[in-house]
């Protein structure tokens, strides 16, 4: 729908521009400064608005469930600072990043996953 938009927005604005300059040739009218200036007008106007409407679609959010077959054991995880035990909630997703927050001592820092090797 955007990328009609834009077409229909720059085809108005080109015969705008077209009748504006038709105006001053040799069997141009008077009137056709008019009609291009309208024109042109609703060609700027249908990008604004295709570009308004593009800035208020609020960015979708993804969540990621992990399945994990068979038996797994987790084990707690326990703050770097202080040595709390954190929880689930702890967690958040920043970046793309898991970063911890402990509710003990505040302190923020990004989980790193060992190698198992």
């Not at 077209?18 to 008077?30: D, K, S, Y």
């Not at 054991?73 to 702890?90: F, R």
């Amino acid at each position: 729908m955007k990328t009609v938009g834009y077409i229909v927005a720059a085809i108005l604005i080109f015969f705008g521009v077209l009748f504006i300059w038709g105006a001053f040739g040799a069997a141009g009218q008077p009137g056709w400064i008019i009609v291009g200036i309208i024109s042109a007008g609703i060609g700027l106007a249908i990008i604004f608005f295709v570009q308004r409407k593009a800035k208020m679609e609020a960015p979708t959010n993804v969540t990621l469930k992990v399945d994990l077959p068979g038996d797994v054991n987790m084990e707690s995880l326990k703050c770097k600072s202080c040595g709390g035990v954190l929880s689930a909630e702890n967690i958040k997703l920043v970046n793309g990043a898991p970063v911890v927050t402990c509710p003990y001592c505040s302190t923020v820092y990004q989980l790193t996953e060992e190698p198992k090797w």
